[in-house]
């Protein structure tokens, strides 16, 4: 078992969380990875060990999630995670920051940025926010919040076979068609659908998506500075969070970068990917995106 660390907020919540990335303490500005609906913060371990190996970089689980608790009468919404998020950050005492927010992690990300000019508690930042990567992520409720559809339970006894075939049609969303049938991914799948029992709670799980349904950042995006470099990263294969997004994000900010595509070092080989973006590519090639977007400055021109 992985060894992890856990604040404990003053409304009794347990945020566990680890620090990959020790050896480059203060060498570059650490990265705060936000997981989307339904992950824990060991998921993105293909891509963060590797950002790793670069600066430190900031993996947690959500409250209620892996191994954090939550109160039995938890509140629950985008802004609760938002302020996690923010207990987390002051607790290490960095000064500055890069956000990368995936699926409902980048609802959360985009709270946090917006809590200085929240309309009724408004909170300031006490770090600058360098960077901030949003992946396949929206800037308001989906009718179906992140695809967490869960199938219905088949009549008759719930056998293993029948549990295990049920969360499999769960993880369809997230993945196009062409990977989830491809015979080289079904070992994959299968490791997948193991993870899905450990440590995801369907009472969260709920809680996860009314909340996700709930935000409302009618106006916010004109608050962000452009001192803030932006990426927008999304798959053309998405079934959960449309492509259309994309170009919402740009018009709302107007300075943000979609991912470079190409051959060079940085880019994407093409935008064929789905929702679950840390399964398409090779890691290392998720690595050089990231890595090249946290090396840009504010004063280069954004590339649209």
Same mark, same amino acid.
């Given at each position: 078992?992985?060894?992890?660390?856990?604040?404990?907020?003053?409304?009794?919540?347990?945020?566990?969380?680890?620090?990959? &990335?020790?050896?480059?303490?203060?060498?570059?500005?650490?990265? @705060?990875?936000?997981?989307?609906?339904?992950?824990?913060?060991?998921?993105?371990?293909?891509?963060? $060990?590797?950002?790793?190996?670069?600066?430190?970089?900031?993996?947690?689980?959500?409250? &209620?999630?892996?191994?954090?608790?939550?109160?039995?009468?938890?509140?629950?919404? #985008? =802004?609760?995670?938002?302020?996690?998020?923010? $207990?987390?950050?002051?607790?290490?005492?960095?000064?500055?920051?890069?956000?990368?927010?995936?699926?409902?992690?980048? !609802?959360?990300?985009?709270?946090?940025?917006?809590?200085?000019?929240?309309?009724?508690? %408004?909170?300031?930042?006490?770090?600058?926010? !360098?960077? +901030?990567?949003?992946?396949?992520?929206?800037?308001?409720?989906? %009718?179906?919040?992140?695809?967490?559809?869960?199938?219905?339970?088949?009549?008759?006894?719930? !056998?293993?076979?029948? #549990?295990?075939?049920?969360?499999?049609?769960?993880?369809?969303?997230?993945?196009? %068609?062409?990977?989830?049938?491809?015979?080289?991914?079904?070992?994959?799948? =299968?490791?997948?659908?193991?993870?899905? *029992? #450990?440590?995801?709670?369907?009472?969260?799980?709920?809680?996860?998506?009314?909340?996700?349904?709930?935000?409302? *950042?009618?106006?916010?995006?004109?608050?962000?500075?452009?001192?803030? /470099?932006?990426?927008?990263?999304?798959?053309?294969?998405? /079934?959960?969070?449309? *492509?259309?997004?994309?170009?919402?994000?740009?018009?709302?900010?107007?300075?943000?970068? +979609?991912?470079?595509?190409?051959?060079?070092?940085?880019?994407?080989?093409?935008?064929?990917?789905?929702?679950?973006?840390?399964?398409?590519?090779?890691?290392? +090639?998720?690595?050089? @995106? *990231?890595?090249?977007?946290? /090396?840009?400055?504010?004063?280069?021109?954004?590339?649209?």
């Amino acid at each position: 078992m992985r060894a992890y660390s856990i604040l404990q907020l003053p409304d009794g919540t347990k945020l566990a969380y680890e620090v990959l &990335g020790s050896d480059y303490k203060g060498a570059s500005v650490p990265l @705060v990875y936000v997981g989307g609906m339904t992950t824990c913060r060991g998921d993105s371990e293909k891509v963060s $060990s590797l950002v790793a190996k670069h600066r430190q970089v900031l993996i947690y689980d959500h409250r &209620g999630m892996g191994d954090s608790r939550a109160r039995e009468d938890d509140p629950f919404t #985008i =802004e609760t995670l938002a302020r996690d998020l923010l $207990s987390l950050i002051q607790h290490l005492q960095w000064s500055e920051v890069a956000l990368c927010g995936h699926s409902m992690g980048g !609802t959360v990300v985009q709270s946090l940025l917006f809590l200085p000019f929240h309309r009724t508690n %408004p909170t300031p930042l006490p770090f600058r926010v !360098t960077h +901030v990567a949003l992946v396949c992520t929206s800037f308001r409720p989906n %009718p179906e919040p992140y695809g967490l559809k869960l199938p219905k339970r088949p009549k008759g006894p719930l !056998t293993p076979e029948i #549990i295990r075939e049920t969360v499999r049609l769960s993880l369809l969303p997230a993945l196009d %068609p062409e990977w989830f049938a491809s015979e080289g991914n079904q070992k994959r799948i =299968e490791e997948l659908i193991d993870r899905a *029992f #450990i440590g995801r709670p369907v009472k969260t799980l709920l809680q996860q998506k009314r909340a996700a349904s709930q935000y409302d *950042f009618t106006g916010f995006h004109s608050h962000l500075s452009p001192d803030t /470099q932006f990426m927008i990263i999304h798959g053309e294969l998405d /079934q959960v969070a449309p *492509f259309t997004n994309l170009q919402g994000f740009l018009t709302r900010i107007p300075w943000a970068r +979609v991912v470079p595509v190409g051959d060079g070092p940085g880019s994407l080989p093409n935008l064929r990917f789905g929702h679950d973006w840390i399964e398409y590519f090779d890691p290392q +090639v998720w690595c050089g @995106v *990231f890595e090249a977007f946290l /090396q840009t400055r504010r004063k280069e021109k954004a590339v649209l």
